[in-house]
């Protein structure tokens, strides 16, 4: 039932979809629905995830989960059968003119039109644009699915038949005639146009990847190999060059087809011609300098004897008629024909990753001097605002507001539906992030008029393309109490947030705006589609709820109050009342910022959602109110810029999810007590502890949407504590998050119709969970807590309910728990926030005083929570290496997981400061430094910007990073202006935003700047840096400076010339204003996800972990076709889907499947992260691994010198992961016998492991053993000896004597040190017999590849274990006990087998699954 997607072309969307779907729709799919998490194909997520069983597709885990027999299943795998047959793809025969019939594999579901996208890419068929697919003489549709045409079958012959062109066709044609040529020219990328983006792995693999590999022969190619890695890629080299980051392309040496291509002055046709078919007119010139004139007409291109200044439109003779320019060109220019042939050769063979379009643009911090060529379609784009268009016809702008919400309306019952409407939903997301980009640069630059122009330039707003655009300063004083301009910039990344946290609730008759916030040349614009009918009415009319002046007026409304409650859980808000300029009384279940506005669409829209999340106390300072101790100890509250500082949604999670911990621990604290007061009540309660009795005796009370949900918040809970507290559960933590994930999916009401269901799952997740949470409370014994737990856990669920509990003690019991974690409700945990707590002009009535009392603590609580709780966690993680950090957007993100925001970031280095352990924190320190410098100046450099006009634009940024960084005390030398006049002050009429004085910029020096940084990063970040300069920075703090520049390039969106620079001359500047290319603008949306998708991803992590191999493949293979179905074939997630696809392969021994899959791991994380991003470093790496593994050695050390390039430029050496690095490129040196070579790469990770990792590690005894192999190939026995010595005591003192790893290393030091003594007697032979000596001979190992194969397995986390015949016969007889229980239909689930299920003579096990 696995479908594998290999490379297709992106324009085919890989559609087995249907695979999935019949299992939705089978008979006992009633009742599944209604259980309580929605998710693929109606399998509870909790029960893939708890079971642990192999159970092998979803119709089986479904039948299991209903309860459903043998008879079930039956019916399932029968239906199951007869879809596969439908589903299987077919062959069909197409015929193109003037080429050989070929054969082509599609699918059912495709559509004709896909079959378009296939020949318009094929090398053959690849210039013809405008033809039809005939099957028996009759055109095909082209929007029609391929079933549903009549008599088309396996061998079907489809026909191309050349149609005539319109207009737009022959447009269509010019323009993919256009891309072919550029097929292999990196030019867009570089410039950041279309999606294009860079990936260089094709210059390291010089396509030996995969097939071509195998021919080398093994043997001969130990020979071949020149192993000597750059001088500045070796240990301890100070040099950071930037062009290798770039490496040239052989393949882009441009292959001049045509030396120009562009539409004709004399367009368009005169009314007499168009009635002879002309369309337009094509002006050329060959590169044999043949200037040509071309007519595009109804039938096809042909030759017209038109010149630059005569029109003359009949056909020359020969005309050369062609229904392509292609073939018309061919005829004309021979170099045309011999190029163009090439490069489609080329383009074909290179991998579709490379080339298909990312979902988001990707820009490049760094590029070449690209040549700027003539093309006519890159002119007529940038003239007409092509993006939000139908391609090509002008003129019908996209709605963008209609198509964002009409894709969220769009059905969800079953696993099609939704696949469906996710792909719609982020089509539409990412067409508006591109057009949203787009009209932001052009109000910045300019290019767009306002709608308000008569006011002053930094109030003004603009629509273009259906979007309406503002600037983020702060307009008609209306943040004034908030913090002015400082506020208006914070509020639309804070408004972005709330829109991505409403979305992902996803209540249905709930809308919110697309936003999108750029910043760009110094200036943040907030992109929003348009409510229909907002701009005819004033303000006031419109809101029907919620308030426009910061709570002064505040209204109300039903059907909002009704729509909102079902976000108020999920999102953690509290419903409250705030008193009107009536003095009335308002309920609302939001901030009131957030405003509803009915559009004329009737829709109910919310905007303004700035304030979804509670404030941060932190940062609020208010008189009167006194902060926790552990906030007051880190010396909060502190004054910030302005007063939208909120609480991240991660941290309110992390909180509610510690507060519920603790509430279980007080109730089972407290009951236990009683219980010893009361030994007679302990029967009873026990008598009722079984699950299944107990629970359908509850009568649910509360609704039981809310029942299941809070059910998941616990499972959430429980599951985290479980894993931490025993360790031996082999349930990785990663399922922890899941419930989370589906709570977003379940809001929609779960049906109300099968309360016993509900009750009935959300109890036994609680039993499994809260068996576990005790365990970490050490007061409470296990076996008293499970009787009396569990009923007590369920009651929580339910409400209070009529059992057994019903007596008041344990309701005192839960009140008290409930009250002294400050949950809202006396009977259950229930932990809500309300938003509007400390909000300046939000009034509380009287007689909710007592309310917002509990609600400041709590607000107190979660501030002190983050100190005290997050904070340290995060550089706990920090040390024990499971958090690694490798530059500002990793550090962001480690944060950001934790909930902590980055104007904590002076807190967490002050932490790590006084952290014990700094020395071993060194990495995270540094990176932190760098990030807070780098944010510090941004913020300057965004000021800066404003006041510069853009004919200065390269001189202000190049002086700014001189400044910066260079070492020259920079003086501004200000651009000889390129034109210069006499009538030079003439005022420019038409001022950009803010252009105050022109040349203030150039006033900047560098010693002012780092003042500034220096004061920036006091008064933001409470951080005291003790720097003047560049060059003490680097100093002080071990930075490196071109670390720096790309952390200021990438933070601030400049583009720079890819050349050396000379940071340290004291004579010249490092950079000119020829070394700023561009300036890029940095862009945050929301990224919209594929739900189903990632429960399978997760479902098979987790099988993965508990050692379900196959099953977990198969759930890793289902998840990455989904992903397909939805993003397309680019995405982030794709990207992590493939790499444990690949670890996966390679563990299960297919290491040709792993190196192919890898593969495309690496290819997309360049194209979507960035060439350098640490995520694809690692890839790189894994990479490395499985073509060593493939026996292709030298493009393993390739790739692994590439790696250690990027991760010198990211963090430079000291980091943790060098070491891991380093171990790695030491080991395949080793293999390839450069011993020299190979020791200084691991002596240098025995260094940072000792480091990073203390010197007592288990790291750091591997590390000694590998350094003593080396040191054994070489002969020196002493050196090895002492190496091996050191490895042999650490594993002494941390596993004992008895330990295998000591063992292991006691025979190794036995071994070397015979071999020393034989060395030794032999040089005494030497010396005492001179030249006629008896000389013993000595062995001298050159290691095997399988032994450096292992040893690389290990340092890299991935460990076989070798079984014993006995254990083969055990296991092989349990795999039949189970595969014949399964034939009697018997659920799996019972039978519990301790050991992975995978029959090879090693069983491999991953000791860390990504």
Same mark, same amino acid.
């Given at each position: 039932?696995?479908?594998?997607?290999?490379?297709?072309?992106?324009?085919?969307?890989?559609?087995?979809?249907?695979?999935?779907?019949?299992?939705?729709?089978?008979?006992?799919?009633?009742?599944?629905?209604?259980?309580?998490?929605?998710?693929?194909?109606?399998? *509870?997520?909790?029960?893939? &995830?708890?079971?642990?069983?192999?159970?092998?597709? /979803?119709?089986?885990?479904?039948?299991?989960?209903?309860?459903?027999?043998?008879?079930?299943?039956?019916?399932? *795998?029968? $239906?199951? $059968?007869?879809?596969?047959?439908?589903?299987?793809?077919?062959?069909?025969?197409?015929?193109? @003119?003037?080429?050989?019939?070929?054969?082509?594999?599609?699918?059912?579901?495709?559509?004709?039109?896909?079959?378009?996208?296939?020949?318009?890419?094929?090398?053959?068929?690849?210039?013809?644009?405008?033809?039809?697919?005939?099957?028996?003489?009759? &055109?095909?549709?082209? #929007?029609?699915?391929?079933?549903?045409?009549?008599?088309?079958?396996?061998?079907?012959?489809?026909?191309?038949?050349?149609?005539?062109?319109?207009?737009?066709?022959?447009?269509?044609?010019?323009?993919?005639?256009?891309?072919?040529?550029?097929?292999?020219?990196? *030019?867009?990328?570089?410039?950041? &146009?279309?999606?294009?983006?860079?990936?260089?792995?094709?210059?390291?693999?010089?396509?030996?990847?995969?097939?071509?590999?195998?021919?080398?022969?093994?043997? *001969?190619?130990?020979?071949?190999?020149?192993?000597?890695? /750059?001088?500045?890629?070796?240990?301890?080299?100070?040099?950071?060059?930037?062009?290798?980051?770039?490496?040239?392309?052989?393949?882009?040496?441009?292959?001049?087809?045509?030396?120009?291509?562009?539409?004709?002055?004399?367009?368009? @046709?005169?009314?007499?011609?168009?009635?002879?078919?002309?369309?337009?007119?094509?002006?050329?010139?060959?590169?044999?300098?043949?200037?040509?004139?071309?007519?595009?007409?109804?039938?096809? #291109?042909?030759?017209?004897?038109?010149?630059?200044?005569?029109?003359?439109?009949? @056909?020359?003779?020969?005309? #050369?008629?062609?229904?392509?320019?292609?073939?018309?060109?061919?005829?004309?220019?021979?170099? #045309?024909?011999?190029?163009?042939?090439?490069?489609?050769k080329k383009r074909v063979q290179r991998h579709p990753f490379e080339r298909i379009a990312t979902p988001f643009q990707v820009y490049s911090w760094t590029a070449p001097q690209v040549d700027h060529t003539m093309d006519c379609v890159r002119a007529e784009d940038a003239y007409t605002s092509r993006l939000g268009y139908e391609e090509h016809i002008p003129g019908q702008t996209r709605d963008w507001n209609e198509e964002l919400q009409t894709t969220r309306e769009l059905a969800r019952k079953n696993l099609p539906d939704r696949l469906l409407r996710e792909r719609a939903i982020f089509k539409v997301h990412s067409d508006f992030a591109a057009a949203a980009t787009r009209g932001s640069m052009a109000v910045i630059d300019g290019n767009v008029m306002a709608i308000n122009p008569g006011e002053e330039t930094r109030m003004q707003m603009f629509i273009w393309n259906n979007i309406f655009f503002s600037l983020g300063f702060d307009v008609r004083d209306h943040y004034r109490e908030l913090g002015g301009d400082a506020a208006a910039h914070a509020a639309p990344t804070n408004d972005l947030n709330g829109v991505r946290a409403y979305g992902a609730v996803d209540v249905e008759g709930l809308y919110t705006l697309g936003t999108v916030v750029v910043d760009y040349r110094g200036y943040r614009v907030t992109a929003q589609s348009i409510i229909p009918g907002i701009l005819e009415r004033e303000q006031e009319q419109s809101v029907i709820y919620g308030s426009i002046d910061f709570g002064k007026t505040v209204v109300s409304h039903g059907k909002y109050l009704e729509l909102l409650e079902r976000t108020s859980r999920p999102l953690k808000v509290q419903r409250h009342n705030v008193l009107n300029e009536k003095d009335e009384s308002m309920e609302l279940c939001s901030s009131v910022e957030c405003k509803g506005i009915i559009g004329n669409d009737g829709r109910h829209y919310i905007l303004d959602l700035l304030r979804t999340f509670p404030p941060d106390l932190n940062f609020l300072p208010v008189e009167g109110e006194e902060l926790s101790p552990e906030s007051v100890r880190e010396g909060f509250p502190r004054q910030h810029r302005h007063r939208l500082a909120c609480l991240r949604q991660e941290l309110i999670e992390a909180f509610v999810e510690h507060r519920y911990l603790l509430f279980m621990k007080m109730a089972a604290l407290q009951l236990m007590q009683q219980k010893a007061n009361k030994e007679s009540k302990l029967a009873t309660?026990?008598?009722?502890?079984?699950?299944?009795?107990?629970?359908?005796?509850?009568?649910?009370?509360?609704?039981?949407?809310?029942?299941?949900?809070?059910?998941?918040?616990?499972?959430?809970?429980?599951?985290?504590?479980?894993?931490?507290?025993?360790?031996? $559960?082999?349930?990785?933590?990663?399922?922890?998050?899941?419930?989370?994930?589906?709570?977003?999916?379940?809001?929609?009401?779960?049906?109300?119709?099968? @309360?016993?269901?509900?009750?009935?799952?959300?109890?036994?997740?609680?039993?499994?969970?809260?068996?576990?949470?005790?365990? $970490?409370?050490?007061?409470?014994?296990?076996?008293?807590?499970?009787?009396?737990? &569990?009923?007590f856990a369920t009651a929580i669920q339910n409400g209070e309910c009529e059992s057994p509990l019903e007596d008041p003690k344990s309701r005192e019991v839960v009140l008290n728990a409930c009250k002294a974690v400050g949950s809202i409700s006396n009977t259950s945990f229930d932990i809500r926030f309300n938003p509007d707590i400390f909000s300046p002009g939000v009034r509380f009535p009287e007689d909710s005083a007592d309310d917002i009392q509990k609600q400041k603590q709590l607000l107190k609580d979660a501030g002190a929570f983050m100190v005290s709780c997050q904070i340290p966690s995060l550089v706990k993680d920090c040390l024990d290496h499971s958090a690694l950090p490798m530059d500002g957007a990793t550090l962001t993100e480690a944060l950001h997981q934790r909930g902590i925001n980055v104007r904590y970031l002076g807190n967490v280095l002050a932490f790590v400061d006084q952290t014990p352990a700094k020395a071993q924190l060194e990495h995270f320190y540094r990176i932190g430094i760098s990030e807070l410098i780098t944010r510090c100046a941004k913020h300057i450099f965004k000021t800066y910007l404003q006041g510069v006009e853009l004919s200065a634009l390269s001189a202000a940024v190049s002086h700014f990073l001189n400044c910066f960084l260079s070492s020259f005390d920079a003086v501004a030398h200000l651009p000889a202006d390129e034109l210069v006049s006499r009538r030079k002050n003439r005022k420019r009429r038409n001022r950009v935003p803010g252009g105050g004085d022109n040349t203030a910029w150039a006033s900047l020096t560098p010693s002012e700047l780092w003042k500034n940084i220096v004061s920036e990063a006091q008064s933001y970040y409470h951080f005291t840096l003790h720097c003047e300069n560049a060059d003490q920075v680097v100093e002080k703090y071990g930075l490196q400076k071109i670390t720096l520049l790309r952390e200021i390039s990438i933070k601030a969106g400049i583009q720079i010339l890819i050349k050396e620079y000379n940071f340290d001359s004291r004579h010249k500047p490092a950079f000119t204003e020829e070394d700023i290319l561009n300036i890029f603008p940095v862009v945050k949306h929301v990224n919209p996800k594929a739900s189903d998708a990632f429960h399978f991803f997760q479902s098979g992590q987790a099988k993965v972990q508990q050692g379900y191999l196959k099953e977990g493949c198969e759930l890793i293979n289902e998840a990455l076709n989904l992903f397909n179905n939805v993003y397309g074939a680019m995405h982030v997630e794709i990207c992590a889907c493939l790499r444990l696809l690949a670890r996966l392969n390679y563990i299960m021994g297919d290491h040709h499947e792993a190196l192919s899959n890898q593969q495309k791991a690496v290819l997309m994380s360049e194209r979507v992260l960035g060439v350098e991003h640490p995520n694809t470093i690692q890839e790189y790496m894994h990479l490395a691994l499985y073509c060593f593994a493939n026996g292709q050695l030298s493009t393993a050390l390739k790739l692994l010198y590439r790696a250690r390039y990027l991760m010198l430029m990211v963090c430079g050496e000291d980091h943790p992961e060098m070491a891991l690095l380093d171990s790695n490129i030491g080991l395949v040196l080793h293999g390839v016998m450069e011993y020299d070579l190979s020791l200084r790469f691991l002596e240098n990770a025995l260094a940072i492991n000792t480091k990073y990792h203390g010197p007592r590690s288990l790291k750091v005894a591997l590390s000694h053993h590998l350094v003593a192999r080396v040191y054994e190939s070489k002969a020196e026995f002493r050196s090895a000896l002492q190496q091996e010595k050191e490895g042999y005591t650490i594993y002494k003192n941390q596993v004992g004597e008895a330990h295998e790893k000591t063992k292991e290393s006691s025979e190794y030091l036995k071994y070397l040190t015979q071999q020393a003594v034989a060395l030794q007697r032999t040089m005494n032979e030497i010396y005492k017999n001179g030249s006629n000596a008896s000389i013993m001979p000595l062995k001298f190992t050159a290691p095997s590849m399988a032994s450096v194969l292992e040893q690389l397995n290990i340092i890299n986390g991935i460990i076989f274990i070798p079984l014993s015949q006995k254990d083969l016969e055990n296991l092989k007889a349990e795999v039949q006990r189970r595969q014949q229980l399964q034939e009697s239909g018997k659920s799996v689930e019972d039978l519990t087998v301790d050991g992975p299920l995978e029959l090879e003579d090693k069983i491999p096990m991953d000791v860390n699954v990504d």
């Amino acid at each position: 039932m696995v479908s594998k997607t290999d490379d297709i072309p992106a324009s085919v969307p890989n559609c087995n979809v249907n695979t999935v779907d019949v299992v939705g729709e089978t008979p006992d799919r009633k009742e599944s629905s209604k259980s309580p998490h929605k998710d693929p194909c109606g399998h *509870s997520v909790d029960t893939v &995830v708890m079971n642990g069983g192999g159970a092998h597709n /979803p119709s089986e885990e479904e039948s299991k989960q209903d309860g459903a027999g043998d008879t079930d299943g039956g019916e399932d *795998s029968n $239906e199951q $059968e007869v879809i596969v047959i439908q589903d299987t793809g077919f062959t069909v025969k197409i015929q193109a @003119p003037g080429t050989e019939p070929f054969d082509l594999q599609v699918s059912p579901q495709e559509m004709v039109q896909e079959i378009h996208q296939v020949l318009m890419d094929r090398e053959d068929t690849c210039h013809r644009t405008c033809f039809s697919l005939q099957l028996d003489s009759n &055109v095909l549709d082209n #929007f029609a699915e391929l079933k549903s045409i009549e008599g088309l079958q396996e061998g079907s012959l489809l026909k191309v038949v050349e149609e005539p062109y319109t207009v737009r066709e022959a447009r269509i044609h010019v323009r993919h005639i256009r891309d072919l040529l550029k097929g292999l020219d990196p *030019s867009d990328a570089y410039n950041g &146009v279309d999606c294009n983006s860079l990936s260089f792995l094709s210059v390291f693999t010089d396509g030996d990847l995969g097939d071509s590999g195998k021919r080398k022969k093994k043997g *001969s190619q130990l020979e071949q190999i020149d192993c000597t890695p /750059p001088e500045h890629i070796l240990p301890g080299s100070k040099e950071r060059p930037l062009l290798p980051l770039q490496p040239q392309n052989k393949d882009w040496k441009p292959m001049q087809c045509l030396k120009v291509l562009t539409m004709s002055g004399w367009n368009p @046709p005169p009314g007499n011609r168009k009635m002879h078919g002309d369309l337009m007119y094509l002006y050329m010139v060959t590169v044999e300098e043949r200037h040509i004139s071309i007519t595009a007409s109804t039938r096809g #291109f042909y030759l017209n004897q038109s010149t630059t200044y005569t029109f003359n439109p009949k @056909p020359a003779n020969p005309s #050369f008629l062609s229904h392509s320019l292609v073939e018309l060109l061919s005829q004309i220019s021979p170099a #045309f024909k011999k190029n163009f042939t090439a490069l489609q050769k080329k383009r074909v063979q290179r991998h579709p990753f490379e080339r298909i379009a990312t979902p988001f643009q990707v820009y490049s911090w760094t590029a070449p001097q690209v040549d700027h060529t003539m093309d006519c379609v890159r002119a007529e784009d940038a003239y007409t605002s092509r993006l939000g268009y139908e391609e090509h016809i002008p003129g019908q702008t996209r709605d963008w507001n209609e198509e964002l919400q009409t894709t969220r309306e769009l059905a969800r019952k079953n696993l099609p539906d939704r696949l469906l409407r996710e792909r719609a939903i982020f089509k539409v997301h990412s067409d508006f992030a591109a057009a949203a980009t787009r009209g932001s640069m052009a109000v910045i630059d300019g290019n767009v008029m306002a709608i308000n122009p008569g006011e002053e330039t930094r109030m003004q707003m603009f629509i273009w393309n259906n979007i309406f655009f503002s600037l983020g300063f702060d307009v008609r004083d209306h943040y004034r109490e908030l913090g002015g301009d400082a506020a208006a910039h914070a509020a639309p990344t804070n408004d972005l947030n709330g829109v991505r946290a409403y979305g992902a609730v996803d209540v249905e008759g709930l809308y919110t705006l697309g936003t999108v916030v750029v910043d760009y040349r110094g200036y943040r614009v907030t992109a929003q589609s348009i409510i229909p009918g907002i701009l005819e009415r004033e303000q006031e009319q419109s809101v029907i709820y919620g308030s426009i002046d910061f709570g002064k007026t505040v209204v109300s409304h039903g059907k909002y109050l009704e729509l909102l409650e079902r976000t108020s859980r999920p999102l953690k808000v509290q419903r409250h009342n705030v008193l009107n300029e009536k003095d009335e009384s308002m309920e609302l279940c939001s901030s009131v910022e957030c405003k509803g506005i009915i559009g004329n669409d009737g829709r109910h829209y919310i905007l303004d959602l700035l304030r979804t999340f509670p404030p941060d106390l932190n940062f609020l300072p208010v008189e009167g109110e006194e902060l926790s101790p552990e906030s007051v100890r880190e010396g909060f509250p502190r004054q910030h810029r302005h007063r939208l500082a909120c609480l991240r949604q991660e941290l309110i999670e992390a909180f509610v999810e510690h507060r519920y911990l603790l509430f279980m621990k007080m109730a089972a604290l407290q009951l236990m007590q009683q219980k010893a007061n009361k030994e007679s009540k302990l029967a009873t309660l026990t008598e009722n502890s079984s699950p299944g009795a107990a629970v359908p005796a509850l009568p649910s009370t509360e609704t039981p949407d809310a029942s299941a949900e809070s059910s998941e918040t616990s499972t959430e809970t429980l599951t985290d504590a479980n894993s931490d507290a025993v360790q031996t $559960e082999t349930t990785s933590t990663s399922d922890a998050p899941q419930p989370a994930a589906t709570e977003a999916t379940t809001t929609e009401a779960a049906p109300k119709t099968e @309360p016993m269901t509900e009750t009935d799952s959300s109890a036994t997740t609680t039993t499994n969970a809260s068996q576990a949470t005790p365990i $970490e409370d050490n007061v409470v014994p296990t076996v008293t807590t499970n009787g009396s737990l &569990v009923p007590f856990a369920t009651a929580i669920q339910n409400g209070e309910c009529e059992s057994p509990l019903e007596d008041p003690k344990s309701r005192e019991v839960v009140l008290n728990a409930c009250k002294a974690v400050g949950s809202i409700s006396n009977t259950s945990f229930d932990i809500r926030f309300n938003p509007d707590i400390f909000s300046p002009g939000v009034r509380f009535p009287e007689d909710s005083a007592d309310d917002i009392q509990k609600q400041k603590q709590l607000l107190k609580d979660a501030g002190a929570f983050m100190v005290s709780c997050q904070i340290p966690s995060l550089v706990k993680d920090c040390l024990d290496h499971s958090a690694l950090p490798m530059d500002g957007a990793t550090l962001t993100e480690a944060l950001h997981q934790r909930g902590i925001n980055v104007r904590y970031l002076g807190n967490v280095l002050a932490f790590v400061d006084q952290t014990p352990a700094k020395a071993q924190l060194e990495h995270f320190y540094r990176i932190g430094i760098s990030e807070l410098i780098t944010r510090c100046a941004k913020h300057i450099f965004k000021t800066y910007l404003q006041g510069v006009e853009l004919s200065a634009l390269s001189a202000a940024v190049s002086h700014f990073l001189n400044c910066f960084l260079s070492s020259f005390d920079a003086v501004a030398h200000l651009p000889a202006d390129e034109l210069v006049s006499r009538r030079k002050n003439r005022k420019r009429r038409n001022r950009v935003p803010g252009g105050g004085d022109n040349t203030a910029w150039a006033s900047l020096t560098p010693s002012e700047l780092w003042k500034n940084i220096v004061s920036e990063a006091q008064s933001y970040y409470h951080f005291t840096l003790h720097c003047e300069n560049a060059d003490q920075v680097v100093e002080k703090y071990g930075l490196q400076k071109i670390t720096l520049l790309r952390e200021i390039s990438i933070k601030a969106g400049i583009q720079i010339l890819i050349k050396e620079y000379n940071f340290d001359s004291r004579h010249k500047p490092a950079f000119t204003e020829e070394d700023i290319l561009n300036i890029f603008p940095v862009v945050k949306h929301v990224n919209p996800k594929a739900s189903d998708a990632f429960h399978f991803f997760q479902s098979g992590q987790a099988k993965v972990q508990q050692g379900y191999l196959k099953e977990g493949c198969e759930l890793i293979n289902e998840a990455l076709n989904l992903f397909n179905n939805v993003y397309g074939a680019m995405h982030v997630e794709i990207c992590a889907c493939l790499r444990l696809l690949a670890r996966l392969n390679y563990i299960m021994g297919d290491h040709h499947e792993a190196l192919s899959n890898q593969q495309k791991a690496v290819l997309m994380s360049e194209r979507v992260l960035g060439v350098e991003h640490p995520n694809t470093i690692q890839e790189y790496m894994h990479l490395a691994l499985y073509c060593f593994a493939n026996g292709q050695l030298s493009t393993a050390l390739k790739l692994l010198y590439r790696a250690r390039y990027l991760m010198l430029m990211v963090c430079g050496e000291d980091h943790p992961e060098m070491a891991l690095l380093d171990s790695n490129i030491g080991l395949v040196l080793h293999g390839v016998m450069e011993y020299d070579l190979s020791l200084r790469f691991l002596e240098n990770a025995l260094a940072i492991n000792t480091k990073y990792h203390g010197p007592r590690s288990l790291k750091v005894a591997l590390s000694h053993h590998l350094v003593a192999r080396v040191y054994e190939s070489k002969a020196e026995f002493r050196s090895a000896l002492q190496q091996e010595k050191e490895g042999y005591t650490i594993y002494k003192n941390q596993v004992g004597e008895a330990h295998e790893k000591t063992k292991e290393s006691s025979e190794y030091l036995k071994y070397l040190t015979q071999q020393a003594v034989a060395l030794q007697r032999t040089m005494n032979e030497i010396y005492k017999n001179g030249s006629n000596a008896s000389i013993m001979p000595l062995k001298f190992t050159a290691p095997s590849m399988a032994s450096v194969l292992e040893q690389l397995n290990i340092i890299n986390g991935i460990i076989f274990i070798p079984l014993s015949q006995k254990d083969l016969e055990n296991l092989k007889a349990e795999v039949q006990r189970r595969q014949q229980l399964q034939e009697s239909g018997k659920s799996v689930e019972d039978l519990t087998v301790d050991g992975p299920l995978e029959l090879e003579d090693k069983i491999p096990m991953d000791v860390n699954v990504d």
